[in-house]
């Protein structure tokens, strides 16, 4: 697995359009959805930071810190998700080739890796939060409520969206590694954070209170990251085989595609079933 992190593979990108469709709804269907959930993220976070620059007691200053927090950097990551996602659904549903199967391949290999960052860190952030942040007292605020219940709630309904309505597969092991990476990498940003604002983004980061509790909480959430993972895996590995397996729903596809007739049913799935293979040995060289 170590040999192949900056490998962006060799295989067929995509051969049955996973990223793009869904076994549930037509990809006109989860464009809407997509799209819907892009709006709602963006709309979230805007009027988050219009609000505490209007009425927060720092001003303007409590938007900047807003940037500080792990929690604010996954909703925005939700938001361009969605929204490059519904694009690639969109172009798919209009045309019959998405925009992504025009991408340059490393490009590709980053949106699966955006794809499983989703339907990952979402989870993080929920657990962390309502089992560590929360006070255990309901929010006497409205906008309060309403804003901590969009990006610690909602966010991993999000999450699973992804995981359960569309075709994708399951994520490359390989992925574990970039997942760490980015939380190393967020945990030198809070450090830079303390330096710069004078304030720890998350209270469990902070050395002089905690000492060495602090080790304990990063290593406890990263080896939490990498079991939702494992979770995250095995939920789609489920939904692709009831639906698939089981049910033999195989997906509801494009009525054209500039590429000739589409595979549909037993070839359909065999198709897929031997690129899955395929991406399999090659993980495993």
């Known amino acids: 697995m170590a040999g192949n992190t900056f490998k962006f593979g060799k295989d067929t990108w995509d051969p049955t359009h996973r990223f793009e469709t869904s ?17 709602y993220a963006f709309t979230t976070l805007v009027f988050v930071l219009i609000w505490n620059c209007v009425n927060g007691e720092q001003g303007c200053t409590a938007s900047q810190n807003q940037f ?14 969605f929204f490059f996602a519904a694009l690639h659904t ?17 490009l590709q290999a980053l949106h699966s890796a955006f794809y499983t960052t989703i339907i990952v860190y979402p989870l993080v952030v929920t657990i962390v939060y309502w089992a560590r942040l929360y006070s255990g ?12 219940i969009s990006q610690h709630l909602l966010n ?21 590694l970039w997942l760490i990476l980015v939380l190393a990498l967020y945990l030198a940003l809070a450090y830079v954070v303390e330096a710069t604002k004078g304030f720890y983004p998350y209270d469990f980061l902070d050395p002089q209170k ?5 080790a304990a909480y990063v290593f406890g959430i990263a080896v939490g990251c990498i079991i939702l993972f494992g979770f995250a895996w095995g939920c789609v590995w489920l939904r692709r085989y009831v639906t698939e397996t089981k049910l033999a729903r195989h997906g509801k596809f494009a009525s054209h595609t500039l590429s000739g007739p ?11 079933t031997e690129m899955h293979k395929v991406r399999q040995a090659g993980e495993a060289a």
């Open 156 to 176: 991993s309904v999000f999450a699973l969206f992804e995981i359960i309505i569309p075709r994708t597969d399951t994520p490359p092991a390989l992925h574990m």
């Open 23 to 39: 076994w549930l709804l037509t990809p006109w269907a989860l464009f809407f959805c997509r799209a819907l959930i892009s709006l």
């Open 68 to 81: 500080g927090y792990f929690t604010s950097l996954t909703y925005w990551g939700i938001g361009f998700y």
């Open 90 to 106: 969109f172009t798919y549903a209009r045309h019959g080739v998405p925009l992504l199967d025009r991408f340059p391949r490393p």
């Open 262 to 272: 589409r595979p549909i049913g037993d070839d359909l799935a065999s198709r897929d």
């Open 210 to 214: 905690q000492h060495a509790w602090v």
């Open 137 to 148: 007292t309901w929010f006497p605020v409205v906008f309060q409520a309403w804003s901590n």
